[in-house]
């Protein structure tokens, strides 16, 4: 293995474009890197690099979205390497909610070229991802950041919409508690619009703003009997539930809507149920006995049974155990639009809710003030031929559905009831704040924006990025330049004879992580679990090590095609010159050192399809000359 090549950024970049799920994250979080280093057993290092650009990786490790999953390399192989849950593991071990936590491990001597701050004073309101991320990188900068929040508690949708089955409290706690040891200040209880307004910030010294308010009003439908009581909107709904406040529901609860929003009310309402089932204690364990002596007489009997046995039987046990009311979810797709995660809809299931695909409400009905049902009309199309909302229904297929609560989970808009016009604030007709998409400036100088709140609803990592990504735009413009870590190039060349993927790696398969028993899973009780560590670095030697790529010297080059006809994926080409110069969607494909364009007057040249390669090195190992090497190109921060 050798290393120290000089590499032109644009190539770099070329390479960087490579490792998708690191182009795939908004913060670029090097999800493959720690794949890597966790396959390796370098854990500390792992945790490291998922930390450094994102001050919410332990939470990221639970809950994120995962775009990084979406992008990866291996899900044209068979399936994406489980990245999140890789996350999880790491951050369990060094992260802020374990006892090895060390942020001064992360940011060593705390870059100095870049504390440009000078202690000068930044205002943030709201205490969401989007928020917190952008008051952590000022502080960072050397800013002195202080953050308002409306509510008493720090965490936004984090701890007003996720469910704690989800996201543990105390992880949100500890990364915020990271974020303010770095001097960043929370004032919880403190709204902008009703406790202070922009300019009072103005007036008391604060130089820069940044709006991370959320979207935190549910949307409305503009049906009939919306108004009834029983019918509840699932912001308001989450935002109860998480504070600790009872909601009153019915026996029989519809939702509607396919979004995580609509399931995770869904099965925050079978969590509440236990709060109000109406069998007392010794009918409860009577019930649960009966049911578990039912499963365990039918096991002896015939073995052991059929899944779908013992999932219908753990859902009854949960149900009567619990005093389950009957949990109804209508969505206007159909089960491959659904939005909504598919290891939510699984576990949604499983935990006995009811799915109904293709249908929207029509009218609430109701008797006395209170909702007694819903009309739901199916529909046939959600989405028009240019792929817009619009949503077409068959008249007469209406049925009504008898419930006594109703809860809407059809999206969410920011509540910008405070803006005045004296504040110079744009707004947009989506209803959002008016940003520069780079940027994120508003027409008012001082104030910036991100998340939800600057366009639209959306993911954590997104408003961690907008947060981070104002903060460089407040530090320009308070100090006349963005700091940047310088950055150097590192390229290492393995050696042919020595290079090699691990054993096996490209026919294990993706497990997903193990998650709580049905009959555990009661209350705040976390559903999805860690990986045990042998899994978890079997998992990782999935990964495959985009950041590596085979690379071709055009002078020891005798285009003998020996690399093509050994490619086990098929992804290598011996192509005419002429045939390069013709098609630029090639060019970009091609493989020379570097991506250099074969000169004229060359005979032929390789060319590799990015998207199936395999870094098995079988290429350079064949190559009778040397001329094919597998590399590794990097940017690194100084
Ligand atoms: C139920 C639910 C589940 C979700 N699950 C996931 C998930 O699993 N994974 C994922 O990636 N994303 C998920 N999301 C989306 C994610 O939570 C949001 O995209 C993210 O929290 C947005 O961050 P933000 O900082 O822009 O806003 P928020 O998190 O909404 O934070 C805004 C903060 O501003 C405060 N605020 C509002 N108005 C004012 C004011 N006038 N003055 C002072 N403070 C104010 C609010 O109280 C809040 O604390 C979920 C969202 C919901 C609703």
Redesign the pocket.
């Known amino acids: 293995m050798s290393s120290g090549f000089r590499v032109e950024v644009p190539t770099v970049r070329y390479f960087e474009r490579q490792v998708l799920c690191r182009e795939g994250c908004p913060v670029r979080t090097d999800a493959g890197g720690y794949a890597q280093a966790i396959a390796e057993g370098r854990l500390e290092d792992a945790y490291i690099i998922a930390r450094t650009p994102n001050p919410f990786a332990s939470i990221c490790g639970r809950?994120?979205?995962a775009p990084c999953e979406a992008k990866c390399r291996r899900s044209a192989l068979d399936a994406a390497i489980s990245i999140r849950a890789l996350k999880r593991f790491v951050c369990e071990r060094f992260g802020a909610e374990s006892s090895g936590f060390d942020l001064g491990r992360v940011y060593p001597g705390l870059a100095q070229q870049r504390r440009v701050g000078g202690g000068r004073k930044v205002a943030i309101?709201?205490?969401?991802?989007?928020?917190l991320a952008c008051a952590h990188e000022l502080a960072l900068l050397g800013f002195a950041p202080t953050v308002?929040?409306?509510?008493q508690v720090?965490?936004?949708?984090?701890v007003?919409?996720?469910p704690e089955y989800?996201l543990p409290r105390e992880i949100i706690q500890a990364e915020i508690a990271a974020i303010e040891s770095l001097g960043v200040e929370i004032h919880l209880g403190?709204?902008?619009?009703?406790d202070f307004s922009l300019t009072d910030l103005q007036r008391q010294g604060f130089e820069a703003i940044f709006l991370?308010?959320?979207?935190?009003k549910s949307r409305e439908l503009a049906i009939e009997g919306v108004h009834f009581d029983g019918v509840l909107r699932?912001?308001e709904f989450?935002l109860n539930i998480n504070l600790g406040f009872r909601v009153e529901l019915g026996r029989k609860v519809v939702v509607i809507g396919g979004g995580?929003?609509a399931f995770?009310v869904a099965r925050s309402v079978v969590r509440q149920a236990e709060r109000f089932a109406d069998m007392n204690e010794s009918e409860l364990r009577q019930a649960l006995h009966s049911a578990a002596a039912a499963l365990e007489e039918l096991t002896t009997r015939e073995g052991e049974p059929p899944d779908e046995v013992r999932i219908a039987l753990d859902v009854a046990r949960e149900a009567i155990r619990k005093g389950v009311p009957e949990v109804h979810l209508y969505c206007l797709e159909n089960l491959d639009e659904i939005p909504a995660a598919r290891e939510e809809i699984e576990e949604a299931e499983k935990e006995g809710i009811k799915l109904h695909t293709r249908w929207g409400p029509k009218k609430i009905i109701g008797a006395d003030g209170r909702v007694t049902g819903i009309q739901l009309i199916k529909a046939n199309r959600v989405f028009d031929e240019n792929r817009r909302f619009n949503p077409q229904f068959i008249e007469g297929s209406e049925e009504i559905v008898e419930c006594d609560t109703v809860v809407m989970a059809i999206g969410?808009a920011a509540?910008l009831s405070?803006v005045r016009p004296e504040d110079n604030l744009k707004l947009t007709p989506r209803g959002t704040i008016q940003a520069d998409p780079e940027t994120l400036a508003t027409s008012r100088p001082e104030v910036f924006v991100?998340?939800?709140?600057a366009f639209g609803?959306?993911?954590?990592?997104?408003?961690v990025a907008e947060g981070q990504r104002a903060a460089r735009s407040i530090a320009k413009f308070l100090t006349g330049h963005v700091p940047e870590l310088p950055q150097t190039v590192r390229v290492t060349t393995y050696d042919s004879d020595v290079y090699q993927m691990p054993v096996g790696y490209e026919t294990m398969t993706r497990q997903t992580p193990p998650v709580l028993p049905l009959d555990r899973r009661i209350g705040i009780a976390e559903v999805e679990l860690a990986y045990p560590d042998p899994n978890a670095r079997r998992q990782a030697t999935r990964c495959l090590k985009c950041h590596i790529s085979p690379v071709f010297d055009g002078d020891l080059c005798i285009l003998c095609g020996g690399c093509a006809d050994i490619c086990p994926e098929n992804c290598l080409r011996l192509v005419d010159v002429a045939v390069l110069q013709g098609d630029a969607s090639l060019q970009s494909a091609i493989f020379t050192r570097y991506g250099h364009l074969p000169e004229r007057g060359e005979q032929g040249a390789i060319i590799k399809d990015e998207t199936r390669c395999i870094r098995c090195g079988l290429c350079a190992v064949r190559c009778p000359t040397g001329a094919v090497k597998m590399e590794r190109v990097e940017m690194l921060s100084a």
């Open positions: 809950v994120c979205a309101i709201g205490a969401g991802p989007a928020g308002f929040e409306a509510q720090a965490g936004g949708m984090l007003l919409g996720v989800r403190s709204k902008l619009g009703h991370g308010i959320g979207a935190h699932a912001i989450l995580n929003v995770d969410q509540d405070w991100g998340g939800d709140v609803p959306r993911i954590i990592i997104t408003a």
